[in-house]
């Protein structure tokens, strides 16, 4: 099966070395073949070319058999053909032909197929917008069992797109794509049980799979894992557990987990304090566009705590926060310390800081650590 196969599933794989290239035509017998209209020779070649493998990655001629083979009505082929459109790998990129060769191979059962297809109904991309169309796509890989049909669809039903809202159901469809090891699923049945969706809370419950998924690697699992160790929810209260369960979050990006460890940091709590960490871990979250994270950084630089007191520093972060706030109380925070900070700017600092303030926009969270 060609590469789509490992994208649908959002499998993670250890590339191996690459393989040396001595050859640069495929061997005459499959060539022959393939040129006589057989469609599993087609898909073959189509393969070696895209990956590479025993010729010259020609993701052109890669395209050329993959058709082939498609318009004979090749699964396989019609699906790895909407990869490459997908992606503008040998063809122009195109979403709609894309989701036409996805539902070719998703009406011969193909689950990749269903899986891309259906994503694509989700976003509108190639197709009109419709949950309702994702979900039986969804539902037809979940009726085979695969957990990741099992998940999409459990989101679907919790938010209620495409069907009737029904927590109970996606419950269970997230247990039961848990069970078999998903950690997104995993984690997002922990997040059900803690708010009590579908059931009683029960955050016992939710810290060991929350667990499971954090363990696996997930950075909002090792976030919420955190969350639970810091108020001491489902698990025995420990800061320095928080802290460490923050700190693999943050290092993957995970935003909330940034301004989390930022602010214990900052505290002294669970960690030995450390100004300059604090600023750290805000200043990332902060770049990324979360308001409190801004806010925070914004105090600090105000009151001097990682250094010199920098007022210009402070009033540029209050006041995007102050800007990008969704929670009223935050804002009003917000505006009172810019208020605050105001005459301690000459017009001409004022002036520039403004003009950053206007031009400002998030950046992509990074990790990396301390």
Same mark, same amino acid.
């Given at each position: 099966?060609?590469?789509?196969?490992?994208?649908?599933?959002?499998?993670?794989?250890?590339?191996?070395?690459?393989?040396?290239?001595?050859?640069?035509?495929?061997?005459?017998?499959?060539?022959?073949?393939?040129?006589?209209?057989?469609?599993?020779?087609?898909?073959?070649?189509?393969?070696?070319?895209?990956?590479?493998?025993?010729?010259?990655?020609?993701? /052109?001629? #890669? @395209?050329?058999? $993959?058709?082939? %083979? !498609?318009? =004979?009505?090749?699964?396989?082929? +019609?699906?790895? &053909?909407? *990869?490459?459109?997908?992606?503008?790998?040998?063809?122009?990129?195109?979403? /709609?032909? #894309? @989701?036409?060769? $996805?539902?070719? %191979? !998703?009406? =011969?059962?193909?689950?990749?197929? +269903?899986?891309? &297809?259906? *994503?694509?109904?989700?976003?509108?991309?190639?197709?009109?917008?419709?949950? /309702?169309? #994702? @979900?039986?796509?969804?539902?037809?890989? !979940?009726? =085979?069992?695969?957990?990741?049909?099992?998940?999409? &669809?459990?989101?679907?039903?919790?938010?209620?797109?495409?069907?009737?809202q029904d927590y109970g159901k996606a419950l269970a469809l997230f247990e039961r794509a848990a069970k078999a090891g998903h950690?997104?699923?995993?984690?997002? &049945?922990?997040?059900?049980?803690?708010?009590?969706?579908?059931?009683?809370?029960?955050?016992?419950?939710?810290?060991?799979?929350?667990?499971?998924?954090?363990?696996?690697?997930?950075?909002?699992?090792?976030?919420?894992?955190?969350?639970?160790?810091?108020?001491?929810?489902?698990?025995?209260?420990?800061?320095?557990?928080?802290?460490?369960?923050?700190?693999?979050?943050?290092?993957?990006?995970?935003?909330?987990?940034?301004?989390?460890?930022?602010?214990?940091?900052?505290?002294?709590?669970?960690?030995?304090?450390?100004?300059?960490?604090?600023?750290?871990?805000?200043?990332?979250?902060?770049?990324?566009?979360?308001?409190?994270?801004?806010?925070?950084?914004?105090?600090?630089?105000?009151?001097?705590?990682?250094?010199?007191?920098?007022?210009?520093?402070?009033?540029?972060?209050?006041?995007?926060?102050?800007?990008?706030?969704?929670?009223?109380?935050?804002?009003?925070?917000?505006?009172?310390?810019?208020?605050?900070?105001?005459?301690?700017?000459?017009?001409?600092?004022?002036?520039?800081?403004?003009?950053?303030?206007?031009?400002?926009?998030?950046?992509?969270?990074?990790?990396?650590?301390?």
């Amino acid at each position: 099966m060609g590469r789509a196969a490992s994208l649908a599933l959002t499998l993670s794989l250890i590339a191996g070395p690459a393989l040396a290239q001595s050859a640069v035509s495929p061997p005459s017998d499959l060539l022959s073949r393939a040129e006589g209209g057989d469609p599993l020779a087609q898909h073959q070649l189509a393969e070696m070319y895209e990956n590479g493998r025993g010729v010259r990655a020609d993701p /052109a001629k #890669a @395209a050329y058999w $993959y058709r082939l %083979a !498609a318009e =004979q009505g090749y699964g396989p082929a +019609q699906l790895d &053909l909407g *990869v490459l459109y997908e992606n503008g790998e040998g063809v122009p990129r195109s979403d /709609a032909e #894309a @989701a036409r060769w $996805y539902a070719e %191979a !998703a009406e =011969q059962g193909d689950i990749y197929a +269903q899986l891309s &297809l259906g *994503v694509m109904y989700r976003e509108g991309r190639g197709v009109p917008h419709d949950d /309702a169309r #994702a @979900a039986e796509l969804f539902q037809k890989i !979940a009726d =085979q069992g695969y957990a990741i049909g099992l998940v999409n &669809l459990a989101f679907l039903y919790r938010d209620g797109e495409g069907v009737a809202q029904d927590y109970g159901k996606a419950l269970a469809l997230f247990e039961r794509a848990a069970k078999a090891g998903h950690p997104v699923a995993q984690n997002n &049945l922990g997040l059900m049980l803690a708010a009590g969706m579908g059931t009683e809370p029960d955050l016992k419950r939710a810290a060991e799979w929350h667990r499971k998924a954090a363990g696996a690697g997930l950075a909002n699992a090792q976030y919420q894992l955190g969350r639970l160790y810091e108020r001491g929810e489902g698990v025995e209260q420990s800061e320095p557990e928080a802290a460490a369960w923050y700190r693999k979050a943050a290092q993957q990006g995970e935003i909330p987990a940034q301004l989390r460890l930022g602010l214990l940091y900052r505290d002294g709590r669970g960690v030995s304090q450390d100004p300059g960490r604090a600023v750290y871990w805000l200043r990332k979250a902060a770049r990324a566009g979360d308001a409190e994270a801004q806010l925070r950084l914004g105090e600090l630089y105000a009151g001097g705590m990682a250094g010199a007191a920098d007022p210009s520093e402070a009033y540029l972060w209050t006041s995007l926060a102050e800007r990008r706030a969704e929670d009223e109380g935050l804002r009003q925070e917000a505006e009172a310390l810019r208020k605050e900070l105001t005459p301690r700017l000459s017009p001409e600092q004022l002036s520039s800081v403004d003009q950053s303030v206007e031009g400002w926009r998030p950046i992509a969270a990074g990790g990396i650590a301390p």
